[in-house]
């Protein structure tokens, strides 16, 4: 897991100077650092469930989710495509549904099987924040929903996904 140490200073608002002389031959501390753990290949739905908000079986459906959508090749590339060249020699371009391993298909499969089951209602919220690793909060924001609604929409999307991979 990549973790990174993230240390803050806390500020301490400053004393008066002392008005008689008991206090005047003290030292100052200096503010304490605070040390931060901080779990940078935390997932948003990972972090529900560490809090409570999600149980196991929507965990393991959101997991799954997620990954027949990594395995199925859709998310974005970041670095350049290294395959071998085409063999009619034409020039480079994306990769094409050719070039989609058996795996990569099935998990495809799955995925469209999976947001089909969600609904239109439901399959926004579970893309964005199980898929695209969008936090809850910018997931409610893009979708102009209230605060804290998008909790209760994932969970009823979750459930329904573990309906779908028949999870107990």
């Known amino acids: 897991m990549k973790t990174e140490r993230v240390r803050r200073n806390r500020l301490l608002a400053e004393r008066p ?9 003290k030292r100052r501390r200096r503010p304490e650092a605070r040390s931060v753990t901080v779990n940078l290949a935390e997932s948003p739905l990972g972090w529900l469930r560490s809090r409570g908000h999600v149980d196991e079986r929507q965990f393991a459906a959101g ?11 859709l998310p974005p590339r970041v670095t350049m495509c290294w395959d071998s060249p ?19 298909i099935a998990a495809r499969r799955r995925f469209d099987a999976a947001v089909k089951a969600l609904g239109p209602g439901l399959r926004d919220i579970a893309w964005r924040v199980l898929c695209a690793g969008e936090g809850m909060r910018e997931a409610e924001g893009a979708l102009g929903w209230p605060a804290r609604a998008g909790k209760l929409v994932l969970t009823m999307a979750l459930d329904r996904l573990a309906d779908h991979y028949r999870l107990r």
Do not use: I, M, N
Request: no cysteine.
């Open 17 to 25: 100077a002392p008005q008689d002389g008991a206090e005047r031959g």
């Open 63 to 73: 997991e799954q989710l997620r990954s027949d959508w990594e395995r199925s090749g």
């Open 86 to 104: 085409p063999p009619d020699r034409s020039p480079r371009g994306p990769a094409g549904p050719a070039s989609a391993t058996h795996a990569q």
